[in-house]
């Protein structure tokens, strides 16, 4: 348990009255009142966190001040690897190998992936987003030739070459 007493709750109620953010100023409302020893449970009623959440801000606050308070924790949302042109230039290595007739399997692109980026990835949803992006489909053979026989012609022709 993290405790936070009446001094700090009074610091900490300075610093509110300057913060612009809301979040930020939430957050320090959620850590000044337990500062002035109010439960969790009452602190989540007030300020709308999830009594776990409060906790979690004092733990913050505790460790790093209010700065720890300041932090979002969010990372940010461009995580991309390679630019467009980078993206091009590995994919036209696998648009010559197709347009050779050569079956490409996404195993084949995630490894090559992983490799040209340096990062092992668990999934192959980033894979399958990159050739997405650039227009790429799915074409497997069919499980049948489009050409053959029906059953019938073929029984047919057992019969006559069997003769």
């Known amino acids: 348990m993290h405790k936070i007493n009446a001094e700090e709750a009074?610091?900490?109620r300075e610093a509110m009255s300057k913060e612009a953010s809301k979040k930020v100023y939430r957050r320090m409302q959620a850590v000044a009142l337990r500062g002035e020893q109010r439960k969790n449970t009452e602190i989540?009623?007030?300020t709308g966190f999830h009594h776990r959440k409060v906790g979690l801000l004092c733990k913050a606050y505790c460790n790093e001040g209010i700065e720890g308070l300041?932090?979002?924790?969010?990372k940010g949302g461009n995580n991309r690897n390679m630019s467009d042109d980078e993206a091009n230039a590995f994919l036209a290595s696998f648009e010559e190998n197709a347009s050779k007739?050569?079956?490409i399997t996404i195993d084949d692109i995630a490894k090559a992936y992983d490799d040209a980026v340096g990062v092992k990835h668990k999934s192959?949803?980033?894979v399958y987003y990159l050739l997405h992006k650039f227009g790429w489909r799915k074409v497997a053979p069919k499980q049948y030739h489009p050409g053959k026989a029906s059953e019938e012609t073929i029984e047919a022709s057992k019969k006559l070459t069997m003769s």
């Open 10 to 12: 009074k610091k900490i």
């Open 44 to 46: 989540a009623e007030i």
């Open 70 to 74: 300041k932090k979002d924790g969010r």
């Open 101 to 103: 007739g050569q079956i």
């Open 124 to 126: 192959l949803s980033t």
